[in-house]
């Protein structure tokens, strides 16, 4: 590890111009659930980059055009990742400023896409500008940018197209998209993300509703999927479904240090949400969030919702969940094991419906040279340890990356706690975006010098 | 028993004359729901009654005027029990004619309230009508006739009215609303009602919904729920509430009998609502029907219920139940035992929010006088054998008339299978009033005689 680095460069211009590129691209309404200015968008970053030197091809997407550009020469070669759409804008009304004008208050920058994932793209952008000039006008390492347009729908296009585009794509390390900064001014680097197998169970006992009275002798839908529901995890959240946990890894010694290296217990996240029913807290927190797979209710539905009562008994009903699954749990094999299991349970009329795409959970270790290449250039931009979680709680599209590529993925971003992401008022704080600059500036560097710690 | 009466009574002009009677009922838009034109019906009624040589007296209940109507002299009372207010007609625009006007089309009658309950309001009317005719303008026996505006917002203010009013009320059996002839033109006559107790369980985790990631750390309001229910019953519908079924009294050799000459299993009911899973059939289903105390889950929500997936851990929940219960089971014991139940569960955070008055189990036992009087009525008017449920599977206010008059109550009235009541284009079968007619007659003169059989 080094400490922070007192002949840091001045990069007071690259953020400003980088500043003014975030202010362009939240301007475009690239909102992909909608199919809103995604080409317009395509082009503007693409322009962006072809400034710098980037040689930018655009592949067609399922929703959205697909960029890679690539510029620079050196031993190494880094990949980033990165996208241009957004999510809604909706609710407009609780936005304090308009969502695609880009509002500074109090030391954020408020705007659709101001951290998720527009800031992160201008501020690496920066970063990128900012090597070129401090070397000469030439990039010291090889940079391969692929920037799609489709995250925000579950990014359709991208295991295929990695799989076809490998040659364009193959890297030393790549730099995922997200990541944030903690309240304590501590850089967060997420090592990997746990699959998810989105599927709804439903059950019909009658073409249509009826009158409660017959539920002494017509089943009921909704006790059916309760009792579902209740067999695929125990009270202490662990999931209960036969065979789910055979092929969970077990965590290396580099993860269980990196885990018991975090700081904190959960207690800001209760805090802020008001949460009464803890599952972990202490230890077991992070070790849970990090590396637990889980099954999670996400709702339901069926027969009277409405005030007081309906004495009526369902034709049907539904519940969606989700499983959050880490390595090397397989999405389609768990669909396999839930179908066998609600068979065993005699319950062989639940229905399962798949609701999207799997994704795969992946992950690369804590003592992988790229990781710590990462660490040392967050530490040495934030002037403070970084927190290294082995795996995100959430999900994403990195498995054809870590798996196809065969690449380490990090994700270091200049997320925040009270960021909004996905809500109305998404922010970024100002300085996290200088030191995101900072970040890739040293990222850079150091991979051009051959220097991991 | 005795088989249909040759020398039947023409009661042309008084079918006729009652069918004007519910036409204008029917006009009247008293929907209780809603307040609509409750004052107006009941001095309706009122006129009606009088004209009949009725006294009424009008109390003021919680919604709508309660009519206390008395007629007729003799050693024995009969009471009578209806209601004047209806559901609300929407959606209306389901409807074939308007809902408010009595409309006659393929040998039924349609309209708002036809069959529930103004159809059996003015055709027991236009009985009481022909037996003062026959009588020499008196009637030959006491009738008292309670008639309430409120029935379809659970009769609140019925139970305590029924206490501070028994003296005006007593009598030697009780003419129930409803009632109905099945699809081969035989009478069918219920002896009681289950209880029912209406309940939300709801939970809450945290003060706003999450993101599912945070399923490995924090608690799932919609599985402690499921939990819940997936505890209250088993796969073949028993109820497994602890200490649940201490109070069931078992069916004595009368109501035994009774149901083993009820026709079908039901395949009538799986066939019009194309039921897939039954809980019973064969010689079950009736007893269950009748006989069985259960609980059924009348509905859910609580996170994402829309299209596709959403990876939100929801905030809260709730799920609506209700339980129906049998003689000597109390809804406010039901209530303890699940409370205590669910703690011993360690499901202690599951609230339960009662949604409406509890309503007592009720019902007579198959052997009553009272009862083979309206059998034999019911086979004379109707030449068919009658069939005698025990308990209607439904429920309603019949216990202060059980319990505080100490009153045999049987419930049999003019609905028919198809009738759709409480939905769009309610009907009952023209036939059916008039066979309706001819039974008041046979069970007034009956009682009149002295004659339970």
Same mark, same amino acid.
């Given at each position: ?49 072809? %400034?710098?030197?980037?040689? &930018? /091809?655009?592949?067609? $997407?399922?929703?959205? *055009?697909?960029? !890679?550009?690539?510029?620079? +020469? =050196? ?50 952008? %920066?970063?990128?500008?900012? &090597? /070129?000039?401090?070397? $000469?006008?030439?990039? *010291?390492?090889? !940079?391969?940018?692929?920037? +799609? =347009? ?304």
């Amino acid at each position: 590890m080094t400490s922070p680095d007192p002949t840091r460069p001045n990069l007071a211009a690259h953020i400003e111009r980088g500043l003014r590129d975030l202010r362009d691209l939240v301007a475009l309404q690239s909102v992909s659930a909608q199919g809103r200015h995604l080409p317009e968008t395509a082009a503007f970053v693409t322009r962006l980059l072809e %400034a710098e030197g980037f040689t &930018v /091809r655009a592949y067609p $997407g399922e929703v959205a *055009p697909v960029l !890679v550009a690539e510029a620079g +020469e =050196g031993p190494r070669t880094l990949l980033i990742y990165n996208h241009y759409d957004v999510q809604p804008e909706d609710p407009v009304a609780l936005w304090e400023s308009p969502p695609f004008e880009l509002t500074e208050r109090d030391g954020r920058l408020y705007g659709r896409g101001a951290s998720d994932d527009k800031g992160e793209l201008a501020s690496r952008l %920066a970063a990128v500008r900012a &090597v /070129r000039e401090r070397n $000469g006008g030439r990039l *010291p390492l090889r !940079v391969r940018w692929l920037i +799609e =347009g489709e995250e925000e729908v579950g990014s359709p296009s991208l295991e295929r197209f990695v799989a076809e585009h490998a040659e364009e794509l193959r890297a030393d390390g790549c730099w995922w998209e997200f990541g944030s900064i903690d309240p304590g001014g501590r850089p967060v680097l997420f090592l990997g993300l746990k699959g998810v197998m989105c599927v709804e169970l439903r059950c019909r006992v009658a073409a249509s509703d009826l009158h409660s009275s017959l539920g002494a002798v017509i089943d009921n839908p909704l006790y059916r999927l309760a009792r579902a529901v209740a067999s695929l995890r125990d009270d202490g959240g662990r999931v209960t479904l036969p065979g789910f946990h055979d092929d969970v890894r077990e965590p290396s010694e580099a993860d269980r240090t990196a885990i018991a290296r975090i700081p904190g217990d959960g207690q800001a996240v209760r805090d802020t949400y008001g949460v009464t029913r803890p599952l972990a807290t202490g230890p077991a927190y992070h070790k849970r969030l990090n590396l637990a797979p889980v099954v999670n209710v996400n709702g339901w539905g069926g027969g009277y919702g409405g005030e007081g009562s309906k004495t009526v008994l369902p034709a049907h009903g539904f519940v969606k969940l989700d499983f959050r699954l880490v390595q090397e749990q397989d999405p389609a094999r768990v669909l396999g094991l839930l179908r066998a299991h609600l068979d065993a349970q005699g319950l062989e009329d639940v229905e399962i419906v798949e609701l999207e795409a799997h994704q795969q959970p992946a992950r690369v270790d804590a003592a992988h040279p790229f990781v710590r290449a990462c660490v040392a250039a967050a530490w040495e931009a934030h002037g403070a340890e970084p927190v290294v979680q082995p795996s995100s709680g959430g999900s994403g599209p990195m498995h054809p990356f870590r798996e196809v590529l065969g690449v380490a993925c990090v994700a270091a971003g200049i997320g925040n706690v009270g960021g909004r992401v996905h809500a109305p008022n998404e922010n970024i704080v100002r300085e996290h975006f200088e030191k995101g600059v900072a970040f890739g500036v040293a990222l850079l560097e150091r991979l051009a010098r051959g220097s991991s710690s």
